[in-house]
Each structure stands twice: as C-alpha cells, then as structure tokens.
C-alpha cells in the first residue's frame, strides 16, 4: 500500500504535468485559480482544503477527469474513503480519462479504497427505489454495488427492509425480492374490565336485608310477646269483679297485661317498620343495571331499531 505521501507526489509530479487543459473541457479563470489551489494544497498534505477546492471546481465542470482524480486521491488522504471511492469510478468511466498513464498508481488506490470501504449489491423488483438510512441510492436494477463505510444500516426496497451489516473489503447482498412485506401491527381491542359483584354498593345491600331479615325477626318476637299479653288480658278480664275494686292485685295484673300487650305491639310495628325499610334499602342497592330497551325510529328510507339487544 502506497503512503499518501507518495500518492501525492505521484499525482503531482508524475501525472498532471499538462492538468490545465488536458481535458475537452476547458476551465475558466476562477476554475482554474481554484484547481491550482487544490494542487498547492495536495501537495502540502492539506487535503481537506484540496477537497474543498476540487468540490468547487467540479461543481462547475462536473465531467472534468483531472479533477475527479485529483478530488478522489485528495479524500482518500483525507479519511473520506466512501466519496473517493465513488469519484474514482466517475473518473474510470470518464471517456476522458487517460487510463493506460501511471495505470498501476490508479490500481493501487482502487483496491486500497476497495478495502477500506463496505459494499451492498441490492436485489429487489425492478423499479424499486432503493434507500440506504434514508439515502436515496437509485431505483432496481442498480448499476453496481452500493459503497458504504463499515457497520450496519437499514436497507430499504418498497415495503420491505432489512438491517444489515458489513465489514470493511466485504460485498453483502441484500435480498429484498424474498422477505415478506412488512405489515403494520394491528393491536387487539382492550378487554373491557368486568366489574366486581362485590362493590361497596353490593356489600351494603347485602348489609341492608340483613339487617332487615334481623328486624321483622324482631317484629315477629314482640308481636307473640303481645299475644302472651293480649290472653292474660282476656284471662283476667273474664273475671267480671276482677276491676270492683282499682286497686285489687287482679285489677293491677289486668292493667298490666294490658299496658305490655301495648308495648310489645308497638314494638313489633317498629320493627317491621325497620325490616321493610331495609329491605326497600337492600332491593335498590342489589337491584341489576336495566338494559335499554330497544327503540324503533322511523326515517325517511325505513325505520331505525337502536338500544342494546
């Protein structure tokens, strides 16, 4: 492998002895001025200021095979191999390029270039515009191989892509005409959360009937306790001198029964009272949601039917 030393020396002192006018294409003055600053930078060893020079004169003689060569040689010195090596093949295809003079320096830095650099050759359907992490490279077929620097990229032809990764001197082919089109990801719907039974409005109606079911039992209590009371009220009431005198102990028992029928009644009454309110309680908190019912619309073309079947 040559030095880049030696490469520039070569360039200047071995090649382009003529380089002013050697093509057919003649450069104008600020051209010119910009082609010999690249030349006085080459051969300095300042190569990105030779690069930016040969860049300005190439934008305006872009089939100018003097300066793709000295552009490709000025990049190759300067790290920019994936650029040197696409100029240098601009320069071999330049009809006119002077290929038979100093042909061994040319191949030298071709295959250095080669080495130094990865290739993607890219099979896809015809047509297919081919992009490279998001680079337009062309549409299928591509003329050659795609020249990247070493590591991995994401090679896209249509719907179909594939991460690939290349070394340094190594061609990798991409088949993109095989792998199944991508195909976007269709999430299924979420499940509705089904609700619990057992919410604090369930668990409180439960409460509810059963403190209402403890109530009438309640109720059902003190209205046979009234009903002791009510048959020792009649027991001693048939006793028609049982009240001659007020104060005669069967008098006080005949009042007294009569007083607990009393409570024990209202107590009872209370209670059920109690139980059918809890219970009304209960039914409203246990009660099941209603569905809506269906609902028939007429329209102008027929008839709607909506609600939940």
Avoid at 104 to 123: C, F, I, N, P, S
Avoid at 227 to 250: F, I, K, L
Avoid at 271 to 280: Q, Y
Wanted: a neutral charge.
């Amino acid at each position: 492998m040559k030095s880049k030393t030696c490469i520039a020396m070569a360039l200047v002192i071995g090649m382009w002895a003529g380089h002013a006018h050697a093509d057919e294409d003649v450069l104008d003055a600020t051209s010119d001025m910009r082609f010999e600053e690249g030349l006085s930078a080459l051969r300095t060893g300042k190569y990105e200021q030779a690069r930016a020079s040969f860049l300005q004169v190439l934008a305006v003689t872009p089939r100018k095979a003097t300066v793709l060569w000295n552009l490709a040689l000025a990049e190759r010195n300067s790290g920019h191999y994936v650029e040197a090596l696409g100029h240098l093949r601009a320069y071999f295809a330049n009809p006119n390029a002077d290929l038979n003079k100093n042909r061994e320096l040319k191949q030298d830095v071709y295959r250095e270039l080669l080495q130094a650099t990865g290739h993607l050759k890219v099979l896809a359907d015809g047509g297919t515009e081919i992009v490279v992490d998001g680079d337009v490279k062309g549409k299928t077929p591509l003329a050659d191989v795609v020249d990247v620097k070493p590591g991995t990229y994401r090679v896209t032809a249509g719907s179909r892509n594939a991460d690939v990764t290349v070394m340094a001197g190594e061609i990798k082919e991409v088949n993109l005409a095989s792998l199944t089109p991508v195909q976007p990801v269709v999430l299924p719907p979420p499940k509705e959360a089904k609700e619990s039974y057992w919410t604090g409005k369930h668990i409180a109606g439960v409460t509810a009937g059963g403190l209402a079911v403890v109530a009438a039992g309640v109720g059902v209590g003190f209205l046979a306790v009234r009903s002791g009371h009510v048959a020792d009220e009649r027991s001693v009431a048939s006793d028609s001198n049982a009240c001659a005198t007020t104060t005669s102990s069967a008098c006080m028992q005949y009042h007294d029964a009569r007083s607990s029928a009393k409570t024990a009644a209202i107590v009872s009454g209370v209670s059920f009272g109690v139980a059918a309110a809890l219970g009304v309680t209960a039914g409203i908190l246990l009660w099941p949601k209603h569905k809506e019912r269906a609902r028939v619309i007429p329209t102008g073309q027929g008839i709607l039917v909506e609600g939940v079947f």
